[in-house]
């Protein structure tokens, strides 16, 4: 087999193996053949708390009850991060320093190796973030849940220079759009795509309705991010 499609093949099934949840510690991106290993960082999920406390205009109560289930969430994590972090870490290094020396076999036994770790890990996040909102009345789960659809959009739409009564239409659209789509089988992506339609139908205007044809364009998996 030629040598460029050796790598190829390296860096895809690397790549595979080490998409992560953003809430979980940086792994040993580099390395640099010394021997070392990143620093392992908690879920900074103080941050994630004082968004959602402030996009829901949350009261005192409600406040109070997020923060403590953020706080249990956050040390769950932190304890699975103590318990079996470093190995994740070690076999992910050892997968990185593989695909640096081009040795398919130590790659592949390597990932084979920290694959279980990862996805119990991404798991795991998943599942207690989910599990936050319920600490929430249902009203306020929509709203949240419309907050992160909208944030989607925004996340890709800088260059179309929103106004603010824009920004607004968006968020409303965003609610309607979440609040339609409970019963689909992704609920997420399904009110994504209806909240990019109605964009384009009822809040675009003259030029950015273009620009966002490009956007979409450079962007064909939109729907799908976490």
């Given at each position: 087999?030629?040598r460029?499609?050796?790598?190829?093949?390296?860096?895809?099934?690397?790549?595979?193996?080490?998409?992560?949840?953003?809430?979980?510690?940086?792994?040993?991106?580099?390395?640099?053949?010394?021997?070392?290993?990143?620093?392992?960082?908690?879920?900074?999920?103080?941050?994630?708390?004082?968004?959602?406390?402030?996009?829901?205009a949350?009261?005192?109560?409600?406040?109070?009850?997020?923060?403590?289930?953020?706080?249990?969430?956050?040390?769950?994590?932190?304890?699975?991060?103590?318990?079996?972090?470093?190995?994740?870490?070690?076999?992910?290094?050892?997968?990185?320093?593989?695909?640096k020396?081009?040795?398919?076999?130590?790659?592949?036994?390597?990932?084979?190796?920290?694959?279980?770790?990862r996805?119990?890990?991404?798991?795991?996040?998943?599942?207690?973030?989910?599990?936050?909102?319920?600490?929430?009345?249902?009203?306020?789960?929509?709203?949240?849940?419309?907050?992160q659809?909208?944030?989607?959009?925004?996340?890709?739409?800088?260059?179309?220079?929103?106004?603010?009564?824009?920004?607004?239409?968006?968020?409303?659209?965003?609610?309607?759009?979440?609040?339609?789509?409970?019963?689909?089988?992704?609920?997420?992506?399904?009110?994504?795509?209806?909240?990019?339609?109605?964009?384009?139908?009822?809040?675009?205007?003259?030029?950015q309705?273009?620009?966002?044809?490009?956007?979409?364009?450079?962007?064909?998996?939109?729907?799908?991010?976490?």
């Amino acid at each position: 087999m030629p040598r460029f499609l050796i790598a190829m093949l390296l860096i895809i099934t690397l790549a595979s193996c080490t998409e992560t949840d953003s809430s979980s510690p940086p792994e040993a991106v580099e390395v640099e053949g010394q021997g070392r290993e990143p620093a392992q960082e908690s879920w900074d999920w103080e941050a994630e708390f004082q968004e959602m406390k402030t996009a829901l205009a949350l009261g005192k109560e409600d406040a109070a009850k997020l923060r403590a289930a953020f706080e249990s969430t956050g040390q769950e994590i932190e304890t699975w991060w103590e318990e079996k972090g470093g190995e994740l870490i070690q076999h992910e290094a050892k997968m990185k320093q593989a695909v640096k020396e081009r040795d398919l076999a130590g790659v592949k036994s390597a990932t084979a190796a920290a694959r279980p770790l990862r996805q119990e890990i991404t798991k795991l996040i998943k599942q207690r973030k989910q599990e936050l909102l319920l600490v929430l009345p249902p009203e306020s789960q929509t709203q949240w849940q419309a907050h992160q659809v909208a944030d989607m959009f925004f996340d890709i739409a800088e260059e179309l220079q929103l106004t603010d009564e824009q920004v607004e239409q968006v968020q409303a659209a965003a609610l309607t759009a979440v609040e339609s789509s409970t019963q689909e089988t992704n609920p997420r992506a399904a009110a994504y795509l209806k909240l990019e339609k109605s964009i384009e139908q009822s809040i675009l205007e003259g030029g950015q309705i273009a620009k966002f044809e490009t956007i979409k364009r450079k962007n064909p998996m939109r729907s799908l991010r976490e």
